[in-house]
């Protein structure tokens, strides 16, 4: 990429998402016996107002999609790390049930539409393949950020015991508001022309008729089950089927994270260098899960000596990684350029949703599963991600150009409908159409 793609304030931006990943992975690993020793509440009440609230912040994800239209991407950015801040700040003090329950929600309210936030934020600062660029810097600063904050705490504990987690709570907050203080340098880059933003049906109605977008996120959220089995499904494989020690797991967590941090922006931008289209690199990163899906089939069927097992689980892990780093650059630029600009808080908004109703169906569905039969699980993600990488190719063609391609062809394809007057891609003219 030359020099002219950067964006204004974006390594402040970068550093900020960075600082705000230390916090986050200060908590999320040992959120059960943090928050159980920050406000002194039993394990059962605590996973009870974490599971409720969580859920309780999912409901609020539409209303942050309306705040980004209304408000901007930075400014509502600006609002949550401060919300955020002031939640870690009060947890320490939140020691009874109704008190932890009032901050838990508010935070929860605030990582539940942070995704929708930052997505768009990238929208408002970056266009074309500078938008693929800054969504692999993030994934790769995000996944550096938490291995550091889970490291921190480790560190902490192992030194000073568990009274130390109210201090990281107070870390955590600090590092929240350093972010804030990073990300309000960021310039929004040149809008499209003054007044083509007006004028536009601005509601949720307007992403309901658009049934390319709605198609697009029906395949995230069949690819978003994949990335939520190496929390959820690897785990419980390992211990119940593979019988293999728990060690493994941490091991598989690892090797995840090093990778994605270690290599993300280099696969991104090969993969951006290949000058293919961005349904393609998705769907290729379908493809590449399918194939490490498979791969446990074939483990799970075969199970070797405890040996082949850890060096085949670790191999299977390394392409599991591979297609997380292929497809999430390419699938969030796909998402943020399909969305009109005058709506894009409410289309991500929608999006976003794809992630977090696989994340909550995740372990109920894979525990059902894998009750029947250890191989099941990985059968039906393997379908469901050649599913999707089949959805993405065919809706191709109905996608906006610059959704399709992080640098728009220099001869007009014919590809991709040009956004109509109120922002929406064109329904096609039939299905049977060329």
């Given at each position: ?28 690993p040992f959120s059960l016996v943090f928050f159980h020793h920050v406000t002194g509440l039993s394990f059962a009440l605590v996973g009870l107002v974490l599971t409720a ?305 696989a994340t909550a169906l995740a372990p109920s569905l894979f525990t059902f599963l894998l009750a029947v039969d250890g191989r099941l699980p990985w059968a039906f993600l ?24 992080a640098e728009p062809p220099a001869e007009p394809v014919g590809r991709g409908p040009a956004r109509g007057a109120d922002g929406a891609a064109p329904a096609p003219a ?5």
């Open positions: 990429g030359t020099r002219a793609e950067h964006v204004a304030g974006e390594r402040a931006l970068l550093v900020g998402v960075g600082i705000s990943a230390v916090g986050i992975g200060m908590y999320v609230t969580g859920l309780a912040g999912l409901a609020f994800m539409p209303l942050a999609g309306t705040a980004v239209d209304r408000f901007g991407a930075k400014r509502a950015n600006l609002a949550l790390y401060a919300l955020r801040t002031i939640g870690f700040a009060l947890y320490p003090f939140a020691d009874s049930p109704a008190a932890f329950a009032a901050v838990a929600l508010v935070t929860a309210v605030a990582d539940r539409s942070f995704p929708v936030v930052q997505q768009s934020l990238i929208g408002e600062v970056a266009h074309g393949s500078a938008r693929d660029r800054l969504q692999a810097s993030l994934r790769a600063l995000q996944n550096a950020g938490m291995g550091a904050g889970a490291l921190i705490v480790s560190g902490v504990l192992a030194l000073w015991g568990t009274s130390a987690f109210a201090h990281t709570a107070w870390g955590n907050a600090a590092a929240f508001a350093l972010a804030g203080l990073l990300v309000a340098r960021v310039r929004p880059a040149a809008a499209a022309p003054p007044g083509s933003a007006r004028g536009v049906p601005a509601g949720y109605r307007m992403v309901l008729r658009d049934r390319p977008f709605l198609g697009l996120t029906a395949a995230n959220f069949l690819t978003a089950l994949g990335y939520a089995a190496l929390s959820v499904l690897f785990p419980l494989y390992i211990a119940t089927w593979l019988h293999g020690p728990d060690s493994l797991t941490g091991a598989a967590f690892t090797v995840n994270t090093a990778l994605c941090a270690g290599t993300g922006v280099l696969v991104a931008s090969r993969v951006r260098r290949s000058g293919a289209r961005r349904t393609r690199s998705a769907a290729l990163g379908g493809l590449l899960f399918a194939a490490a899906f498979t791969g446990q089939i074939v483990l799970g069927t075969l199970r070797p000596g405890q040996t082949a097992t850890m060096v085949a689980l670790l191999a299977i892990v390394v392409v599991y990684t591979l297609a997380e780093l292929v497809h999430s650059p390419s699938g969030g630029a796909l998402s943020v350029s399909a969305a009109p600009e005058a709506v894009r808080g409410r289309y991500l908004a929608t999006y976003q949703l794809s992630y977090s109703l393997a379908v469901a991600a050649l599913g999707a990488a089949f959805a993405l190719i065919r809706l191709e063609r109905h996608l906006p150009a610059e959704a399709v391609y039939s299905p049977t159409a060329a």
